[in-house]
């Protein structure tokens, strides 16, 4: 096949988050810019820099983030992407000033680079690291707060919200800040925005959001440029993990020791915590499912443990075998294999996707933010996955997996998530829409240098 190197011979700029849920993304982004010629520099801050051994087809940079231990350590995500905002802007703003570069290119919830581009004549496009679908519901925060749909009241769960079918009122993004009002402003600013920018850069592809796409394109006027997922791409640059936290492979061969379709993988993502209770139903009600199960139980998903001490003695010995527990796992590779037959997650945007281009229907979980739009569009719009509704319960945790993996009801979910999964290989191929789109990305950043 012919080379796409029309980027040789420009460097271009681009800033990640810190979190886990934007690095991975954006380095990917990297991989596939690089693929097609251009030489990439991450700017990144000190917090949670990524080790640029692993890249060496990457430049990296770091700016001084001015946080201090205490800051960094900080479980609030809202918060901490506040603070960069505010500290950051001077030492990008003096790294940036006199390079000549077609663009920079930022992860949306660092809004202050907007300002910063602006004054230095840069332009600037936008990685949105979240779905079109969750982005559509942040676009009208102002709107669903003047309508008293926001913030949500507990009275009023199960109301439809008539603007954006076919969510609900339970369904609309929230976050456990310290600050409940920093999520709303946050989500406002970022927002704002995108109506400065030269184009926003979507790990999501046409075929799977498209209404969302064209309501967001009307809404911001700006260019739209879905071109995942990203980690599908044929990529010549990192064969590494992106992932902050070392994976523990010794579960593949675990997986291989199991039936097809037959592996229960629960992970709930970098940041979501729950209660010791609530991972004592999610254990029992693995155990009493009878599914064999992977589960990823990071440091720290517990809150107030360590790691596994809440587990009764010898529960994992009592399983015989059909329990596996990592800290951490190679995600995308446990996802692909063949053992794999369900998924239960937080729906994070990545985890999501990453299932969709797997066919692994999903059991959905979300904890916060845009996570329950993404539930609510795996379970009622694609119909890829079923939800945990009420409460978080041994017996439900039984029932919702015998659904999905052993009941009729799963065969349907299971065929949906095989025809999403081949859509989201041929978006890929030549003239294929996210092809195309890159095609249309990498001609606009060239014609963006003056
Ligand atoms: N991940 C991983 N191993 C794990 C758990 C998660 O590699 O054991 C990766 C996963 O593949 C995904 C990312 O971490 O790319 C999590 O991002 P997501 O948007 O799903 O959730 P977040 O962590 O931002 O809540």
Known sequence: MEQDERGKGHRLFLMASPLQ???????????????????????????????????????????????SQAE????????????????????????????????????????????????LKLPRLVLRTGSPSSTLVFASFPLLRQKGYLPVQESRLEEPVPDLPPLKVKDLPE??????????????????????????????????????????????????????PFHKHCLTGSTSSTTLLTPDKSCMSWLDTQERRSVVYVSFGSIAAISEAEFLEIAWGLANSNQPFLWVIRPGLIRGSEWLEPLPDG??????????????????????????????THNGWNSTLESICEG???????????????????????????????????????????????????????ENALNLKEKASVCLRQGGSSYSFLDSLVSDILSLES
């Open 72 to 119: 960094a350590s900080t479980l609030d995500a809202v918060k901490l992407t506040d603070l960069l905002n505010a500290r950051c802007r001077q030492p990008l703003k003096d790294f940036l000033a006199g390079e000549r570069v077609p663009c920079f290119i930022s992860d949306a919830s660092l809004h202050f680079t907007q300002p910063v581009c602006h004054e």
């Open 175 to 228: 976050f456990p800040s310290q600050d409940p009002e920093a999520f709303y402003k946050l989500v406002c600013r970022f927002v704002e925005e995108f109506k400065a920018s030269s184009g926003i850069i979507w790990n999501t592809f046409e075929e799977l959001e498209s209404s969302a796409l064209t309501k967001l394109h009307q809404d911001l006027s700006v260019p739209m440029y879905p071109i995942g």
């Open 21 to 67: 849920g934007h690095m991975t993304p954006l380095l990917h982004l990297a991989d596939i810019l690089f693929s097609k010629g251009f030489s990439i520099t991450i700017v990144h801050t000190v917090f949670n820099s990524p080790n640029p051994s692993s890249y060496p087809h990457l430049d990296f940079h770091a700016i001084p983030d001015g946080l």
């Open 315 to 344: 529960f994992l010995e009592s399983l015989g075998g059909r329990g596996y527990i990592v800290k951490w796992a190679p995600q995308e590779q446990v996802l692909s294999h063949p053992a794999v037959g369900a998924f239960w």
């Open 360 to 414: 692994v229907p999903m059991i959905c979980m979300p904890c916060f933010a845009d996570q329950k739009v993404n539930a609510k569009y795996a379970s009622d719009v694609w119909k890829i996955g079923v939800q945990l509704e009420n409460k978080l319960e041994r017996v439900e945790v039984e029932r919702t997996i015998k659904k999905l993996m052993v009941a009729d009801e799963g065969n349907e979910i299971r």
